[in-house]
């Protein structure tokens, strides 16, 4: 004799009734809360932290380092340009009479 849909249903039901509330380990929230909380502030700063006072004096040695760099390399172009006798914008200015303003 084969069981009817109903007897299944029934069947399928009955074996719910020895089923028990899941529940989590001690201090489950709290360690999860905690979790979420540090990936949260990891991915604000990123895989660069400039929050690490180390990595913030670096940084700004590197960019002065970069800085004192670059203006040297202006002024030794500055005294080769007028070494060289090329002409400078004043002396252009000069030849072309364009230093007086004229007002019409």
Same mark, same amino acid.
């Given at each position: ?8 249903? *029934? ?5 719910? *009734? *020895?089923?028990? !509330? ?8 709290? $360690?999860? +809360?905690? $979790?979420?909380? $540090?990936? +949260?502030?990891?991915?604000?700063? #990123? ?9 913030? %004096? ?14 040297? !390399?202006?002024? +030794? +172009?500055?005294?080769?340009?007028? %070494?060289? #006798? !090329? ?9 072309? *009479? ?7």
């Amino acid at each position: 004799m084969e069981p009817t849909l109903h007897n299944k249903i *029934d069947s399928a039901l009955n074996s719910l *009734d *020895d089923l028990q !509330k899941a529940s989590a380990p001690n201090f489950f929230y709290t $360690r999860l +809360q905690a $979790r979420m909380e $540090r990936e +949260q502030n990891v991915a604000v700063f #990123g895989w660069f932290n400039f929050a690490k006072p180390a990595l913030l %004096i670096v940084t700004l040695s590197l960019f002065l380092m970069m800085n004192t760099f670059m203006i040297t !390399k202006l002024i +030794q +172009q500055k005294s080769v340009a007028s %070494i060289s #006798g !090329k002409p400078s914008l004043q002396s252009f200015a000069s030849e072309y *009479d364009l230093n007086n303003s004229v007002n019409y």
